[in-house]
């Protein structure tokens, strides 16, 4: 029943910007919290960012100062806007909902960004 959709990952040069979007199941950022992940080539998930339902965010070390994970409530999406981008970022980027009370984990199919250098 929980639905997630990623969109707005392109190939962008090294230093560029790019904004994610994260389309939601109907209220659902208030009651879970939001997450970017991702996987990069050859490589193992790992975490980007998180946004809770009370607007709390945590970032990676790796990227922080550079991308900002925001949503809107009304609009059910969750967004993350990547700045000064580095090849490293290359990856397919999920989205993500969790709440362990609701016993819920639920991810989207990603989105490709692909950095050149």
């Known amino acids: 029943q929980v639905q997630l959709v990623e969109s707005g990952g392109d190939l962008v040069q090294a230093g560029g910007s790019l904004k994610l979007s994260c389309a939601a199941s109907?209220?659902?950022?208030?009651?879970?919290?939001m997450g970017w992940y991702r996987q990069p080539p050859g490589k193992q998930r790992e975490f980007v960012a998180t946004?809770?339902?009370?607007?709390?965010?945590n970032y990676a070390d790796s990227v922080k100062d550079r991308f900002t994970i925001s949503r809107d409530i009304a609009k059910d999406l969750v967004y993350l806007q990547m700045n000064a981008l580095k090849p490293e970022d290359t990856a397919v980027y999920y989205c993500n909902a969790a709440n362990a009370l609701l016993r819920m984990n639920t991810w989207g199919k990603g989105t490709l960004v692909t950095v050149s250098s």
């Open positions: 109907r209220n659902l950022l208030r009651v879970a919290t």
């Open positions: 946004i809770t339902s009370d607007g709390t965010t």
